[in-house]
């Protein structure tokens, strides 16, 4: 089943990370790679996804006892050098229509086994809106 992303597609190409996330999972079953190489999320992640995280309907796919979590990350000028995380559909739209440019994160988590990967990366905003000529 093909998820929809949260964004506006009119801003630009999302660049999704599925299939690279897809072999990775694929390495921990087959013992190529370490369960703690995937389940490495920082507190600070996992407290976003218990705060403002968007369930996925999706179990998670190294321990499948905790439904994932998606995260967004805003990240551009004149924000925390953190970044922004919106707490709302409307929140990250606003964000999106900045003047000035900003690169947007969804991250996917498990907040039971600390699973954590970049699903997509998209651009947006620094489009200034052209405002009609007042005649002087």
């Known amino acids: 089943m093909a998820r929809r992303p949260i964004v506006d597609l009119a801003h630009g190409a999302i660049i999704e990370y599925r299939v690279q996330r897809n072999a990775l999972v694929r390495q921990v079953r087959e013992g190529q790679k370490m369960v703690e190489d995937l ?3 920082h507190f600070n992640l996992i407290r976003a996804a ?3 995280g968007r369930l996925m ?3 998670c796919p190294v321990c ?3 439904e994932l979590r998606q995260v967004v ?3 551009g000028d004149k924000l925390s050098a953190s970044g922004v995380c919106p707490i709302s559909k409307a929140d990250l739209r606003r964000l999106e229509r900045r003047e000035l440019p900003v ?3 969804a991250v996917e988590v ?3 086994c600390k699973f954590n990967h970049l699903l997509r990366k998209w651009h947006a905003g620094g489009q200034v809106e052209q405002r009609p000529k007042v005649a002087k």
């Open 39 to 41: 389940c490495d999320a």
């Open 50 to 52: 218990k705060g403002v």
């Open 57 to 59: 309907g999706e179990l």
């Open 64 to 66: 499948s006892k905790e």
């Open 73 to 75: 990350y805003v990240f």
């Open 103 to 105: 690169t947007c994160y």
């Open 110 to 112: 498990c907040i039971g």
